[in-house]
């Protein structure tokens, strides 16, 4: 990673101690199977943000100015245990530091840390799905860890919504909560979707948003494009209700895949996390401080699945 500051910032905005918000790049494509290139979307991300206008006219904010801090890159030397381990650890740390944490990826399997950490900290966490696969499998090619299985354990330990959703094996059917499921075919000539998806969510809401979610026509350089999927403006739609209605506690990014010669989806995931930003702060001031309210109690989600030991 080259880049200095986020999208370029004055590095007045960008300092840890001033900054709200923290930008965790994870350059991890370890266990994608179709196509490589992943573990180069961080950077690519990072570049598209470079030339990007940083005021916002729909929310008419410049939401770079609550600060954004850019950390270190996670990497692991592509094993996805240590990876995983590194992103849970890292996004705890920064979010018991009182930020806005949110992480771009890489492949999909570094959800699974990220979702970890934040079901430890935050109470009756829901974990909303947007995406083209259900990413349900126990295991997959004989790893449990693995971009195929990155939703399993939130299926079982938080409140998991899923969005978009095209591809799914039968097995995957079987595994998931239908009534929580938003199939695509189905969206499509359902107009209710969005206030009923909403209506299943608790308070606290993580958003896991890979960008396969995306139809291809719009978004075609990730790991796993399929037709059939949301467009943009109703993405900003759900996404604008979805931080007005719920406290959105942080959000990752997964599965930009960038070509050399066809960087508009580069640019696409650059504008989509800073609308996403824009809409969790637009109703605050720069000044305001922020609290991310998590739980401090020694009572965590799921103590007893995960270690809570870890050093910061």
Same mark, same amino acid.
């Given at each position: ?37 992943? #573990? ?70 570094? #959800? ?31 790893? #449990? ?64 948003? #890979? ?102």
């Amino acid at each position: 990673m080259t880049n200095n500051t986020y999208a370029g910032i004055p590095e007045e905005f960008a300092k840890l101690e001033q900054s709200k918000i923290v930008l965790i790049p994870v350059p991890f494509d370890g266990t994608s199977t179709i196509q490589k290139g992943a #573990s180069k979307g961080p950077e690519a991300f990072l570049n598209a943000s470079n030339n990007m206008e940083l005021y916002d006219i729909e929310t008419d904010t410049e939401v770079y100015q609550q600060g954004i801090h850019l950390v270190d890159a996670v990497e692991a030397d592509n094993s996805p245990e240590a990876l995983v381990d590194a992103v849970h650890q890292t996004t705890k740390k920064y979010i018991k530091k009182n930020k806005f944490v949110t992480v771009f990826g890489g492949e999909h399997t570094i #959800s699974i840390g990220t979702i970890r950490a934040f079901n430890e900290m935050f109470p009756s966490l829901t974990v909303l799905h947007i995406g083209a696969h259900a990413n349900l499998r126990k295991s997959h090619n004989g790893l #449990s860890l693995n971009n195929a299985c990155a939703l399993n354990e939130a299926n079982h330990t938080t409140n998991l919504i899923q969005v978009g959703i095209r591809s799914m094996s039968a097995k995957e059917k079987t595994i998931a909560d239908t009534d929580k499921t938003y199939f695509a075919h189905e969206m499509a000539v359902d107009d209710t979707w969005m206030d009923a998806a909403i209506d299943q969510m608790t308070d606290n809401v993580f958003i896991n948003f #890979s960008l396969n979610g995306l139809d291809l026509s719009i978004m075609p350089n990730t790991t796993s494009p399929l037709p059939g999927g949301l467009f943009w403006y109703e993405t900003l739609d759900f996404l604008k209700q979805v931080f007005a209605e719920k406290n959105v506690v942080g959000f990752d990014i997964v599965e930009l895949c960038p070509n050399e010669k066809q960087k508009s989806s580069d640019f696409l995931a650059a504008k989509l996390y800073y609308k996403m930003l824009s809409y969790k702060f637009m109703d605050e001031e720069v000044g305001d401080d922020y609290d991310n309210t998590y739980d401090n109690s020694k009572q965590k989600n799921n103590a007893s699945k995960f270690n809570d030991d870890d050093e910061y």
